[in-house]
């Protein structure tokens, strides 16, 4: 857009003064159409300087001074990078930056680092294969996942001496655990070994990272899955469906033994103290007929008949109660045909 057409058309021939070789009054360079704001810098003054070195100051120190420890925190000041000292729970003072600065990590925070996968919430967890497949020491393969809990020990070394905590903590518990599960055979990893892997997992990874005086202390060792890989999981389960299945059997069977062999073994305590007391039994009564026979026998020597008598009568009163008697009289021709009773035993005999 032509540069007139900003302003109204009442002054035509502005736009001709400047040009053409005269060398008239309306020669120079031309005015612009609009009038330029002056700034007025106002003048200044020492007091002003003054004033503004001292507002710098006061935001700069005063913040930098004072400094607050939460009490789940420790407070670190170096100075010039130099660590100084360590401040407690409370407000404390320093030199303002750069002189010293303070560090503020929280000591009893248990923080926690994921070994084999990565749990967002909200989100689905990621498994992270390159961490969680492990050789065992029979050459199988074991997905391992497992988190490990740790805080901050000594804030100094934990400061000064890592410079990315989370991530050490990673590598040290996966290098511990590759080196017990290479120990380890699949079966007891996959079963009985769990609490011990976590036992000397726990052990293990605290002596690595007082050895890089770390600064951290590791809280606990959480075993999430111990399991083998998906390709054979199916065949995994099969076998060991088919060990608990053989357990399960040898354990029915040794309950039945256990069950059996003291039965039995009382049965037979049973039957040898019947037959030992049946033995007592006929024993004494062998050695009683014994010794009644004799003192018979001496009796028989010294009266024979009366001896003989009375063995009849004793016989006769033992055996006569269990015998069926009938008694008759002589019938001298009567009618009366006697019967022979054969259904029991019986006695004839004539009038007494």
Do not use: C
Not at 238 to 246: C, F, H, I, N, S
Request: glycine fraction near 10%; proline fraction near 7%.
């Amino acid at each position: 857009m032509p540069w007139d057409d900003l302003h109204e058309s009442k002054e035509p021939d502005d736009r001709f003064k400047n040009k053409g070789g005269g060398g008239g009054q309306g020669g120079g360079p031309p005015k612009p159409p609009f009038e330029i704001p002056q700034i007025k810098i106002p003048q200044f003054k020492p007091s002003m300087l003054l004033g503004i070195i001292l507002l710098l100051l006061v935001v700069w120190i005063i913040p930098g001074t004072f400094y607050f420890v939460e009490p789940d925190e420790e407070g670190v000041v170096t100075r010039f990078g130099k660590f100084i000292r360590t401040a407690s729970p409370g407000l404390h003072f320093k030199f303002p930056s750069p002189i010293e600065h303070a560090d503020i990590p929280k000591v009893t925070q248990v923080r926690r680092a994921e070994i084999g996968f990565r749990a967002t919430q909200g989100r689905p967890t990621q498994q992270v294969p390159a961490e969680s497949l492990m050789l065992t020491g029979d050459q199988n393969i074991v997905d391992i996942n497992l988190v490990v809990q740790y805080r901050i020990m000594d804030s100094v070394q934990y400061l000064f001496n890592v410079r990315r905590p989370h991530k050490l903590i990673r590598d040290s518990t996966e290098t511990v655990i590759r080196g017990i599960t290479g120990s380890k055979k699949i079966d007891e990893a996959l079963t009985t070994g769990k609490a011990e892997i976590q036992i000397l997992a726990k052990v293990q990874i605290q002596e690595l990272l007082d050895r890089y005086e770390s600064g951290l202390q590791v809280v606990t060792i959480q075993l999430q899955g111990v399991h083998p890989p998906e390709q054979v999981a199916d065949s995994f389960k099969d076998v060991v469906r088919a060990r608990e299945d053989k357990e399960r059997m040898i354990n029915e069977a040794q309950g039945y033994r256990n069950a059996v062999i003291p039965e039995a073994r009382g049965q037979a305590a049973q039957i040898i103290r019947i037959a030992e007391g049946y033995r007592a039994e006929k024993v004494k009564k062998a050695e009683g007929d014994a010794k009644r026979f004799l003192q018979q026998y001496e009796a028989y020597k010294k009266a024979p008949k009366i001896t003989r008598k009375r063995i009849y009568l004793e016989t006769m009163e033992e055996i006569l109660p269990n015998v069926k008697k009938f008694i008759m009289g002589k019938n001298k021709g009567g009618g009366v045909l006697p019967i022979l009773p054969l259904g029991g035993n019986s006695i004839l005999g004539g009038n007494k």
